[in-house]
């Protein structure tokens, strides 16, 4: 990592490699009053391809470099496409395996599930 991305207080701690790519890898940082988060660091640019702000940040594709990231503790997943830096559609849900398989709560407090097309966002709802 750079002096000045270290220089902004950022305490690094696990560092995990995309085995599929030889610059990506996702970060868990540590600051002073404040619970662990996550980000994805890219080595040739040396900078972040998404800035350490997500309590998970877990990969679906890396072929395709999607993610499921999840911004607040606790909270819900939207899906992220790192190529194009966009989430896709604009739904979230509570889990998304790498499968396209999903749990949603919906407003009457029902849990749901089904699959998506991870990589467009379209769900296959029964």
């Known amino acids: 990592m750079s002096k000045q991305e270290l220089a902004k207080k950022h305490n690094i701690g696990k560092i995990r490699h995309l085995s599929s790519s030889k610059n990506l890898f996702i970060v868990t940082t540590k600051n002073k009053d404040e619970a662990a988060k996550k980000g994805l660091w890219n080595a040739d640019t040396q900078s972040w ?5 997500y309590y998970t940040i877990d990969v679906l594709d ?31 849900y509570d889990y998304i395996a790498n499968s396209g398989f999903v749990r949603k709560t919906e407003a009457d407090e029902k849990q749901i599930y089904f699959f998506i097309d991870i990589k467009t966002g379209k769900e296959y709802r029964d």
């Open 49 to 53: 391809d998404i800035e350490p702000l």
């Open 62 to 92: 890396d072929e395709y470099d999607i993610f499921a990231i999840q911004k607040e503790e606790n909270g819900t997943f939207i899906l992220y496409n790192n190529k194009t830096k966009q989430q896709i559609g604009s739904n979230t």
